[in-house]
């Protein structure tokens, strides 16, 4: 069945908040040295401010699944947008490092509210066909990989501070529309107090299969998490390449899923979704490999490709876990369940990896997170030959 109007329209503009948002994530890294050039501040205190949005991020992934729960997913991620736009016009008009803590920490606040009432949002509009949906709304939010070629331009003709102001007149324009035009799915949230929503959301990890899918997802995220914080770094000092080419080819890793990922969502309605995870968790595991042997221009841009694909297991799973949630409280669930896998891998994917390249080299860390992967692709296979459901096939109405 093909997608109505409405539900068209709401994908596109959820989708688009998402990539609006992501493209704020971003830019602060792009534009770093003008940024720190400007101010007058160091690294390190740069580093704070960095660490000020992840922190924030990670953390505000809970509050937003429960505000989506208590009060509607609708106005949720308009208040998030428009709190986006509020972040990034405030960084417009940085001072020092502590008005550059601040503002970051604010973008990662905004950013770490929209998610989870959008995921909700798009898994409630299109039911049995979500995992598409998801596809197409992850896809949306690739575009976002083009962003370290395009914004330097804008900053070049702009100024960096303009910059951050056009995003925030992007955002008002979104939110506005998405309040228009966008429809609530949840008709009925339910209020209850914080400590009560952070049990639900602990209840809901303590469910077998999502306990067994939260490990699975850890082991990805320190791939993609670790790759889109290093992999432009890798690409200079192991490989040799000029900056330049590390940012093409960290544009080929961030948006190469565009195509693929509707593709990979439409799969995963009609195939087992484990086994599609399987897939793409190997896949993730030998393009690490190969980053690690290959030296040439063409043999990285194939890597590259291959490796953006591992941004697809993150809507895949969103499916996965939102068919043993129920619709009042899948908010809450999923809000936990991303902000401790966003608070567990981050630190991990930062200050471990950066000291453990330090005393073991950038490809042997590389290896460790590959072989990681291959075992957990394994651990997959034999769940999902154990498993009492058939390990392909699935029926579009499950």
């Given at each position: 069945?093909?997608?109505?109007?409405?539900?068209?329209?709401?994908?596109?503009?959820?989708?688009?908040a998402?990539?609006?948002?992501?493209?704020?994530?971003?830019?602060p890294?792009?534009l770093?040295?003008?940024?720190?050039?400007?101010?007058?501040?160091?690294?390190?205190q740069?580093?704070?401010?960095?660490?000020?949005?992840?922190?924030?991020?990670g953390?505000?992934?809970?509050?937003g699944?429960?505000?989506?729960?208590?009060?509607?997913?609708?106005?949720?991620?308009?208040?998030?947008?428009?709190?986006?736009s509020?972040?990034?016009f405030?960084?417009?008009?940085?001072?020092?490092?502590?008005?550059?803590?601040?503002?970051?920490?604010?973008?990662?606040?905004?950013?770490?509210?929209?998610?989870?009432?959008?995921?909700?949002?798009?898994?409630e509009?299109?039911?049995?066909?979500?995992?598409?949906?998801?596809?197409?709304?992850?896809?949306i939010?690739?575009?976002?990989?083009?962003?370290?070629?395009?914004?330097?331009?804008?900053a070049?003709?702009?100024?960096?501070?303009?910059?951050?102001?056009?995003?925030?007149a992007?955002?008002?324009?979104?939110?506005?529309?998405?309040?228009?035009?966008?429809?609530?799915?949840?008709?009925?949230?339910?209020?209850?107090?914080?400590?009560n929503?952070?049990?639900?959301g602990?209840?809901?990890?303590?469910q077998?299969?999502?306990l067994?899918?939260?490990?699975?997802?850890?082991?990805?995220?320190?791939?993609?998490?670790?790759?889109?914080?290093?992999?432009p770094?890798?690409?200079?000092?192991?490989?040799?390449?000029?900056?330049?080419?590390?940012?093409?080819?960290?544009?080929?890793?961030?948006?190469?899923?565009?195509?693929?990922?509707?593709?990979?969502?439409?799969?995963?309605?009609?195939?087992?979704?484990?086994?599609?995870?399987?897939?793409?968790?190997?896949?993730?595991?030998?393009?690490?490999?190969?980053?690690?042997?290959?030296?040439?221009?063409?043999?990285?841009?194939?890597?590259?490709?291959?490796?953006?694909?591992?941004g697809?297991?993150?809507?895949?799973?969103?499916?996965?876990?939102?068919?043993?949630?129920d619709?009042?409280?899948?908010?809450?669930?999923?809000?936990?369940?991303?902000?401790?896998?966003?608070?567990?891998g981050?630190?991990?994917?930062?200050?471990?990896?950066?000291?453990?390249?330090?005393?073991?080299?950038?490809?042997?860390?590389?290896?460790?997170?590959?072989?990681?992967?291959?075992?957990?692709?394994?651990?997959?296979?034999?769940?999902?030959?154990?498993?009492?459901?058939?390990?392909?096939?699935?029926?579009?109405?499950?």
């Amino acid at each position: 069945m093909p997608m109505n109007k409405y539900q068209k329209t709401s994908l596109l503009l959820i989708s688009f908040a998402w990539l609006i948002i992501f493209i704020g994530r971003v830019t602060p890294s792009t534009l770093l040295v003008k940024i720190t050039g400007d101010l007058g501040i160091s690294d390190i205190q740069a580093g704070w401010a960095f660490t000020g949005m992840w922190t924030m991020y990670g953390i505000m992934q809970f509050p937003g699944g429960i505000l989506a729960d208590t009060y509607g997913r609708k106005i949720i991620i308009t208040l998030s947008t428009l709190f986006f736009s509020v972040a990034t016009f405030l960084t417009g008009f940085n001072v020092n490092a502590i008005s550059l803590l601040i503002t970051f920490s604010l973008i990662g606040m905004a950013a770490g509210i929209l998610p989870v009432p959008s995921f909700t949002m798009i898994a409630e509009l299109f039911g049995p066909r979500k995992g598409k949906a998801l596809g197409i709304h992850s896809s949306i939010g690739s575009l976002s990989g083009f962003a370290p070629l395009v914004v330097p331009f804008l900053a070049l003709f702009l100024g960096w501070r303009n910059v951050f102001i056009l995003w925030a007149a992007l955002g008002v324009i979104l939110s506005i529309f998405i309040y228009q035009y966008v429809t609530e799915t949840l008709d009925n949230p339910i209020k209850e107090k914080l400590t009560n929503r952070f049990y639900i959301g602990l209840k809901g990890l303590a469910q077998k299969e999502i306990l067994f899918m939260f490990f699975v997802n850890l082991v990805i995220s320190f791939a993609w998490m670790g790759m889109l914080n290093w992999y432009p770094t890798y690409l200079q000092q192991v490989k040799g390449f000029s900056p330049e080419i590390a940012g093409l080819l960290f544009a080929i890793m961030m948006s190469g899923g565009l195509l693929f990922k509707p593709i990979i969502g439409h799969l995963s309605d009609r195939i087992n979704r484990l086994f599609i995870m399987m897939l793409l968790t190997l896949l993730a595991g030998i393009s690490l490999y190969f980053l690690t042997t290959e030296t040439s221009i063409i043999g990285l841009i194939i890597v590259s490709f291959l490796l953006s694909q591992t941004g697809a297991f993150y809507p895949v799973r969103t499916s996965y876990v939102m068919d043993y949630w129920d619709k009042e409280n899948a908010g809450t669930k999923l809000g936990v369940f991303r902000s401790l896998i966003v608070l567990i891998g981050s630190p991990i994917t930062g200050g471990v990896m950066a000291q453990g390249k330090e005393i073991y080299g950038f490809n042997t860390i590389i290896l460790v997170v590959a072989i990681g992967l291959f075992v957990t692709a394994a651990i997959l296979l034999i769940y999902l030959i154990k498993s009492d459901y058939h390990p392909v096939h699935r029926e579009p109405s499950t």
